[in-house]
């Protein structure tokens, strides 16, 4: 069965295998339930979101819940392991916590499907994806990377069971990520896809990578990565760790 809402303003989508329709139903419920909650309390388009109240200097750290403070902590870890260049706050000190939010939250809304039972369900928050057993008889869930240039082609297809992929990018938000050590967008890459064990590293380290540039790609297998796949601006394909492409199919 497959789930679609609109969260966060893009679209997620929840494919299980594993169970009966009602089973199923309550599960992906349960976690879009997680999703709008985080998006409840983490957007910045919304006035009454908990980082908007931060940000305007009317709720201050001592009274952040534990979800703000663990999102916080985790991006200012991030921060520091990339010598700067992964960022969580704006020049002017506001919060900005899209690096970490995304990710950390679809993966909280992957453990509310286990939680429910699932085992083969296949999480995909507007192209970051967090999997679990392999569907049916297949070997795995087959990942699509988009091609930066082309929003529809393929640059590769991944493997990957128990694990998660997210992407980091300038193709579909313009220069949105900046290398927090000099305040320019980040150049150097087109496009950082990161494997890891969860959403939330992955996500971060995508980020991060794309911040660094090529030096990035290694860098990532260090702070949690299993495997980068990174393209560069001058189109050469950099990969690092262990990438498991999809086989053809017969």
Request: charge should be negative; charged fraction near 25%.
């Amino acid at each position: 069965m497959r789930y679609v809402e609109t969260v966060m303003g893009i679209p997620m989508s929840i494919d299980i295998r594993d169970a009966e329709d009602n089973a199923a139903a309550d599960a992906a419920t349960a976690a879009f339930a997680v999703l709008r909650e985080a998006d409840e309390r983490f957007s910045v388009y919304r006035p009454d979101s908990e980082v908007s109240a931060a940000n305007r200097g009317e709720h201050p750290s001592s009274a952040f819940s534990d979800e703000l403070a663990a999102v916080i902590a985790l991006g200012e870890e991030a921060a520091r392991a990339s010598g700067g260049a992964f960022r969580i706050r704006k020049p002017d000190g506001t919060l900005d916590l899209d690096g970490v939010v995304k990710g950390w939250a679809a993966e909280r809304a992957a453990e509310a499907l286990r939680d429910h039972g699932m085992r083969r369900f296949c999480l995909n928050a507007g192209g970051d994806v967090v999997v679990g057993d392999a569907p049916d008889a297949a070997p795995a869930w087959n990942v699509g990377v988009r091609e930066p240039s082309d929003p529809d082609a393929i640059l590769a297809v991944l493997a990957a069971e128990n694990a998660a992929v997210a992407t980091s990018g300038a193709y579909e938000r313009g220069a949105h990520i900046v290398d927090g050590r000099t305040g320019a967008p980040a150049a150097g890459l087109l496009s950082a896809t990161v494997v890891a064990d969860d959403l939330t590293t992955a996500d971060i380290l995508a980020t991060a990578v794309f911040a660094l540039g090529r030096p990035g790609v290694d860098w990532a297998i260090g702070h949690g990565a299993t495997g980068v796949l990174a393209l560069t601006d001058s189109g050469q394909l950099l990969v690092s760790g262990t990438i498991d492409f999809a086989r053809p199919s017969a």
